[in-house]
């Protein structure tokens, strides 16, 4: 966004405004950020963080967990301007209640996926290690409902 905002001779307050009326006004658009929105609910940077450490170099897992970290970061603050929306969901309190709901039962299924994920690298895994990833893959999709 930052890029379309700071275009040379184009007045950042008045491409913002486009923005903004593109949302109000266009159903694409606003679907597509309506879509954005709930996915950054969806997400976990914690979780994430939590799968980072399946990569061994420190440095690499870093490097990569930053950028994605400041990613979600300039997305979600972008969303927040375009919409004026401070929290995710905030026209969609339903499903908003139902995604934070289904978290206390998805998150043990991560931190199960993680395990069982370092230890099928290790050379740990067996058949019974491997049917756990698919169940853990399949048990995440179907609680965030996607498809994972």
Do not use: C
Not at 76 to 85: E, P
């Amino acid at each position: 966004m930052e890029d379309f905002l700071q275009q040379p001779g184009k007045d950042a307050k008045a491409q913002m405004a486009l923005l903004q009326r593109m949302y109000r006004q266009w159903p694409f658009f606003r679907t597509l950020l309506s879509n954005m929105d709930m996915v950054l609910a969806k997400s976990d940077l914690a979780l994430a963080s939590r799968y980072s450490e399946l990569v061994s170099d420190t440095r690499v897992r870093r490097r990569i967990f930053e950028a994605i970290e400041a990613e979600w970061h300039r997305t979600a603050d972008a969303l927040t301007r375009i919409t004026g929306d401070k929290q995710r969901l905030a026209h969609n309190a339903a499903l908003a209640r139902s995604i934070r709901h289904r978290f206390p039962y998805i998150d043990p299924l991560h931190h199960l996926q993680v395990e069982l994920v370092r230890r099928w690298r290790a050379g740990q895994g067996d058949d019974r290690v491997q049917t756990g990833i698919h169940i853990s893959i399949n048990g995440i999709a179907a609680g965030l409902r996607n498809t994972g």
